[in-house]
C-alpha cells in the first residue's frame, strides 16, 4: 500500500497546532485532535508551498517565548 502522505496526486490539509507547528495532512483523514485545518483542501505541492511560505521558524511558540523572555530579563538570539 502506498504511503498516503506521500501521494502527489492526493488532496491534502495543512493543519496547524497551538505551538505553531504546521502538518501536511491527507484529506480523507479526520484531523487529530489539538490541531486545525488553515489551508487546503489542495495538492500536495500547493499544501508544501503553503507551509514553506508560512512556516518560517521551526522553534515551537513556547520556546520562542521563552527565549525572548528567560528568567533574569536577558534575552537569547
Given at each position: ?27 480523507f483523514?479526520?484531523?487529530?485532535a489539538?490541531?486545525?485545518?488553515i489551508f ?11 507551509i ?14 521563552a527565549?525572548?523572555?528567560?528568567p ?6
Amino acid at each position: 500500500m502506498a504511503n498516503p502522505f506521500e501521494d502527489a496526486d492526493a488532496n491534502y490539509l495543512v493543519l496547524v497546532n497551538d505551538e505553531g507547528q504546521h502538518s501536511l495532512w491527507p484529506e480523507f483523514a479526520a484531523v487529530p485532535a489539538g490541531w486545525k485545518s488553515i489551508f487546503g483542501p489542495a495538492i500536495r505541492g500547493e499544501c508544501l508551498n503553503f507551509i514553506e511560505s508560512n512556516w518560517t521558524d521551526m522553534r515551537p511558540k513556547s520556546l520562542i517565548a521563552a527565549m525572548d523572555n528567560p528568567p533574569g530579563g536577558r534575552t537569547v538570539h
